[in-house]
Nanobody
Framework: QVQLVESGGGLVQAGGSLRLSCAAS????????MGWFRQAPGKERKFVAAISWSGGRTAYADVVKGRLTISRDNAKNTVTLQMNSLKPEDTAVYYCAAGRANENLVLTTRSVEYWGQGTQVTVSS
């Protein structure tokens, strides 16, 4: 069993930065690929980024490549999403996730086994 709690969301102007954190509890945290998803109002929840259990591999959705960076610290049971050069279209609720990834390290909503409660990110223009 893994419990996930996100923090760090908020309101930021376009071009600004935010850092999201996900604190995990559970003995098996370090064995899971971890990821972030986001869901804008009225839209489907979508994959944003993932990181392998060791932290040695990462994967990103095309729309965030070069602007968002995922990292993890297995000693502290945390996953972080550093978001730079934010755009209004990045506005969404961001969810931390743990689950199974495909060969390209992409998580899907069906492969996620554990979700956090979500944290709101709002980017103003």
């Amino acid at each position: 069993q893994v419990q996930l709690v996100e923090s760090g969301g908020g309101l930021v102007q376009a071009g600004g930065s935010l850092r999201l954190s996900c604190a995990a509890s559970g003995r098996t945290f370090s064995t899971y690929p971890m990821g972030w998803f986001r869901q804008a109002p009225g839209k489907e929840r979508k994959f944003v980024a993932a990181i392998s259990w060791s932290g040695g591999r990462t994967a990103y959705a095309d729309v965030v490549k070069g602007r968002l960076t995922i990292s993890r610290d297995n000693a502290k049971n945390t996953v972080t999403l550093q978001m730079n050069s934010l755009k209004p279209e990045d506005t969404a609720v961001y969810y931390c996730a743990a689950g199974r990834a495909n060969e390209n390290l992409v998580l899907t909503t069906r492969s996620v086994e554990y979700w956090g409660q979500g944290t709101q990110v709002t980017v103003s223009s």
